[in-house]
């Protein structure tokens, strides 16, 4: 027996496969002949707020969706500019980001919404967070619940 | 009154033509004088799987365009009694099909005729949509592969809201589904979607299942309709699925791998 053969073996059938992908694409897809789907427009507006208080080059946000059986992960990958491009908060009461504070942020492989591990809890009036180097993606996970 | 039959899949090369065919056929055979239609201008077909191709001679264009009568566009089939064929434009494309134009010769088709079945061509645009919106019945062909699944439900979609039914709040389209190229043998190993699967992710109920069968590609090499060729048994399932969409109480078969018989396996044995 090759190898391929045991891994065929030990894999479920495609069948299974192909059943699980039609249902997951197709009640997304009736739905959307239903009501017009508010992802995009949810992107955009995410976007739209991010950029207020960073400038962000386009080209460097990644915006990934995974729809799933039960949910869709809108998972965006932005990568933040040197520090001096981080704009100043508009409300005066919430200082800006200090050398002392640059943490890395969201730096889980996947960053879905709900790895909340790594959060920082004291600082959460901080707008954005730079890790040492000046640069740092973040990861934002939103899920839309079917 | 006669019944507007469309035969539509969305996705290509499912089977609508050799279906067609088949079931216009099978209608015949039991009393009812059917025409069959072929709906994709410009990729004439329908003529050759029923072997009527050396006598087109006016088509389904030229009537809708008055430059010929309906009655000698019309072309009776020599084998059967009560089928007739009306052939497409091999010349023209698509934009031929007016929907004013269509509903002229299918009303004057169904004062006629007991069954009118449309062979739509494939995809969402212009001529599946005219082939499927005065339908009464659609029978949704299919094959048990995810592209052709995904298709089929976006045309019951099409069909749910783009038919003359639809757009005119009167009873809706009935929709059954024909699950044609099934392979039992693939599906007892894993590797192809069951009619169960596919029964429920469409959610339409089950007129017939074609298996995939070497006789499909005879007939069509003669110009016969394979629900001719009694002895297959791709023939007898779409016998079977005709009897069914006539309303009678068929039981499925050729959905289980053939058993092999006590004789072959005794064979085996000593072998
Ligand atoms: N049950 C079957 N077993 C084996 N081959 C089949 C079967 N049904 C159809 N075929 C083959 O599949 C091919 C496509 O069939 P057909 O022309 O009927 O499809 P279609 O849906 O009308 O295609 P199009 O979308 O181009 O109009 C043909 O070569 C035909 O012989
Ligand atoms: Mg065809």
Same mark, same amino acid.
């Given at each position: 027996?090759?190898?391929?053969?045991?891994?065929?073996?030990?894999?479920?059938?495609?069948?299974?496969?192909?059943?699980?992908?039609?249902?997951?694409?197709?009640?997304?897809? %009736?739905?959307?002949?239903?009501?017009?789907?508010?992802?995009?427009?949810?992107?955009?507006?995410?976007?739209?707020?991010?950029?207020?208080?960073?400038?962000?080059?386009?080209?460097?946000?990644?915006?990934?969706?995974?729809?799933?059986?039960?949910?869709?992960?809108?998972?965006?990958?932005?990568?933040?500019?040197?520090?001096?491009?981080?704009?100043?908060?508009?409300?005066?009461?919430?200082?800006?980001?200090?050398?002392?504070?640059?943490?890395?942020?969201?730096?889980?492989?996947?960053?879905?919404?709900?790895?909340?591990?790594?959060?920082?809890?004291?600082?959460?009036?901080?707008?954005?967070?730079?890790?040492?180097?000046?640069?740092?993606?973040?990861?934002?996970?939103?899920?839309? %619940? %079917? | 009154?006669?019944?507007?039959?469309?035969?539509?899949?969305?996705?290509?090369?499912?089977?609508?033509?050799?279906?067609?065919?088949?079931?216009?056929?099978?209608?015949?055979?039991?009393?009812?004088?059917?025409?069959?239609?072929?709906?994709?201008?410009?990729?004439?077909?329908?003529?050759?799987?029923?072997?009527?191709?050396?006598?087109?001679?006016?088509?389904?264009?030229?009537?809708?365009?008055?430059?010929?009568?309906?009655?000698?566009?019309?072309?009776?089939?020599?084998?059967?009694?009560?089928?007739?064929?009306?052939?497409?434009?091999?010349?023209?494309?698509?934009?031929? #099909?007016?929907?004013?134009?269509?509903?002229?010769?299918?009303?004057?088709?169904?004062?006629?005729?007991?069954?009118?079945?449309?062979?739509?061509?494939?995809?969402?645009?212009?001529?599946?949509?005219?082939?499927?919106?005065?339908?009464?019945?659609?029978?949704?062909?299919?094959?048990?592969?995810?592209?052709?699944?995904?298709?089929?439900?976006?045309?019951?979609?099409?069909?749910?809201?783009?038919?003359?039914?639809?757009?005119?709040?009167?009873?809706?389209?009935?929709?059954?589904?024909?699950?044609?190229?099934?392979?039992?043998?693939?599906?007892?190993?894993?590797?192809?979607?069951?009619?169960?699967?596919?029964?429920?992710?469409?959610?339409?109920?089950?007129?017939?299942?074609?298996?995939?069968?070497?006789?499909? #590609?005879?007939?069509?090499?003669?110009?016969?309709?394979?629900? #001719?060729?009694?002895?297959?048994?791709?023939?007898?399932?779409?016998?079977?699925?005709?009897?069914?969409?006539?309303?009678?109480?068929?039981?499925?078969?050729?959905?289980?791998?053939?058993?092999?018989?006590?004789?072959?396996?005794?064979?085996?044995?000593?072998?």
């Amino acid at each position: 027996m090759s190898i391929f053969n045991f891994f065929r073996a030990a894999a479920r059938p495609s069948a299974v496969q192909a059943k699980e992908r039609l249902q997951i694409v197709m009640a997304h897809e %009736r739905a959307g002949r239903t009501g017009p789907d508010y992802l995009p427009m949810l992107q955009q507006e995410l976007l739209s707020v991010i950029a207020k208080y960073i400038d962000i080059d386009q080209n460097k946000v990644e915006v990934k969706l995974d729809r799933g059986g039960d949910c869709s992960t809108l998972e965006l990958n932005i990568e933040l500019p040197s520090r001096d491009a981080v704009k100043a908060p508009k409300d005066p009461g919430k200082p800006a980001a200090k050398p002392g504070d640059a943490k890395p942020v969201g730096g889980s492989a996947n960053g879905k919404a709900g790895d909340k591990d790594d959060e920082d809890e004291d600082d959460s009036s901080e707008p954005v967070k730079l890790a040492a180097g000046g640069n740092a993606l973040t990861n934002g996970g939103i899920k839309k %619940r %079917r | 009154m006669g019944k507007i039959i469309v035969m539509t899949s969305g996705k290509g090369g499912v089977g609508k033509t050799t279906s067609s065919a088949a079931f216009a056929t099978g209608l015949a055979l039991r009393g009812f004088k059917t025409v069959v239609i072929d709906f994709d201008v410009g990729l004439r077909n329908l003529d050759l799987v029923m072997g009527c191709e050396r006598r087109v001679v006016f088509d389904f264009i030229n009537v809708i365009n008055g430059e010929a009568k309906l009655s000698q566009a019309l072309i009776k089939d020599k084998r059967i009694e009560n089928l007739y064929i009306l052939p497409t434009s091999q010349t023209r494309d698509k934009d031929a #099909l007016t929907k004013e134009g269509v509903e002229k010769v299918l009303n004057e088709l169904t004062k006629e005729f007991d069954y009118v079945l449309c062979d739509s061509p494939a995809g969402i645009e212009r001529g599946a949509l005219m082939s499927l919106y005065f339908a009464d019945h659609a029978i949704i062909v299919t094959n048990p592969e995810v592209s052709s699944v995904r298709d089929s439900d976006r045309i019951l979609g099409v069909l749910n809201s783009r038919s003359r039914r639809a757009e005119q709040g009167l009873e809706p389209v009935t929709q059954q589904l024909l699950l044609t190229r099934y392979d039992p043998e693939r599906v007892e190993r894993g590797e192809m979607l069951k009619v169960d699967d596919v029964l429920e992710i469409l959610a339409i109920p089950l007129l017939g299942v074609i298996p995939e069968s070497q006789a499909v #590609l005879r007939a069509s090499n003669v110009g016969m309709p394979v629900i #001719l060729d009694e002895a297959s048994n791709a023939g007898q399932a779409y016998t079977d699925s005709v009897s069914r969409f006539l309303g009678e109480d068929v039981e499925h078969r050729f959905v289980t791998p053939q058993k092999k018989g006590l004789f072959s396996r005794l064979l085996r044995r000593t072998a």
